[in-house]
């Protein structure tokens, strides 16, 4: 019942491209990858997270529900690698100023 880091990224690749195509292309990894992940996380969810109609994709209203959480996830994960990047720069710390109520 629960996803994974990957099945959250595949997952967002598909709602961005609504397609696996795009969304193999935007990952770099094979078409039968991202279905077959996309079919082992709706198998392991419950849930149809995609409608195919003539060969498209449609998101659910759950999948759509879905990817609001998922994007939070992604901006989290952002945010952490903005601090690594700001602890390899060594652009962290605090800078005081002080002086006295005459310059103030």
Known sequence: MKMNLRQFEVFRAVML??????A???????????SRLMAHTEQRLGLTLFVRTKGR????????RLLGEVNAVYEGVERVNGVAEDLVANRTGSVRISCSPNMG
């Open 17 to 22: 491209t609504v397609s696996i195509s795009g």
């Open 24 to 34: 193999s292309k935007l990952l770099f990894v094979s078409q039968p990858a991202i």
């Open 57 to 64: 994709l449609h998101p659910t209203p759950e999948a759509r």
